[in-house]
């Protein structure tokens, strides 16, 4: 069973920056694909950003330039650089992780960007 867990979350003005790493509980290899999510309150879960198993990096428009997501494989960590954050980045971040032929989350990690 594969367990991620986020940090890295927490209140920020607005135009800051935070960064979430996500790493399993336990190393493991032949993930291949992981990426970042987020929920805002009354909002459906959406993708921030994602690495696909060709390594391809996919961004949703409103963090373009904003966000950058990296990823360490040797230790199936990836990574969300957060700049000029904004109040509507408010969310609950999840991670992702698609192994074993199935999507894997963490239990989510909170940012609040203040006005």
């Known amino acids: 069973q594969l367990q991620l867990v986020e940090s890295g979350g927490g209140l920020v003005q607005a135009g800051g920056s935070l960064r979430l790493p996500c790493a399993p509980t336990?190393?493991?290899?032949?993930?291949?694909?992981m990426g970042w999510y987020r929920q805002a309150p009354g909002e459906q879960r959406e993708l921030v950003a994602s690495?696909?198993?060709?390594?391809?990096?996919t961004y949703t428009d409103s963090v373009q330039g904003r966000f950058t997501i990296s990823r360490d494989i040797v230790n199936s960590t990836v990574y969300l650089q957060m700049n000029s954050l904004k109040p509507e980045d408010t969310a609950v971040y999840y991670c992702?992780?698609?192994?074993?032929?199935?999507?894997?989350w963490g239990s989510g990690t909170l940012v609040t960007v203040s006005a």
């Open positions: 336990t190393t493991i290899l032949g993930i291949s694909a």
């Open positions: 690495f696909s198993s060709d390594h391809s990096i």
């Open positions: 992702n992780a698609y192994y074993d032929g199935m999507d894997h």
